[in-house]
């Protein structure tokens, strides 16, 4: 059974920085395309970011400019570099393979507020 586990959450003023982190368990990490997930109170999921296994980028416009994902396939790890963060960034945040809709972690809090 594959875990993810993800961390790096806290709270933080608007405009400073956070880096999460995601650690897949399990094989063939550097396989999957993994992306981050937000979801903040009383709303649906929603994609953040995509980092695919050759490496191709994507993002939500909200986050374009602001946001960094990267992976370190021998860790297993794929990383969400966040600056500039604003109240509306507060959201819990999870990791998955990208397209996947089940097993995911338990996500990290992040909240934005001065």
């Known amino acids: 059974q594959v875990r993810l586990v993800e961390s790096g959450g806290g709270l933080v003023q608007p405009g400073g920085s956070l880096r999460l982190s995601c650690v897949r368990s399990?094989?063939?990490?550097?396989?999957?395309?993994m992306a981050w997930y937000r979801q903040a109170p009383g709303k649906q999921r929603e994609f953040v970011a995509q980092?695919?296994?050759?490496?191709?980028?994507e993002y939500v416009d909200s986050v374009k400019g602001r946001f960094t994902i990267s992976r370190d396939n021998a860790k297993s790890t794929v990383y969400l570099q966040m600056n500039n963060l604003k109240p509306e960034d507060t959201a819990v945040y999870f990791c998955?393979?990208?397209?996947?809709?089940?097993?995911w972690g338990q996500g990290t809090q992040v909240t934005v507020s001065s």
């Open positions: 998955n393979e990208a397209g996947r809709n089940d097993n």
């Open positions: 399990g094989s063939f990490f550097s396989l999957y395309s």
């Open positions: 980092i695919g296994r050759g490496g191709r980028i």
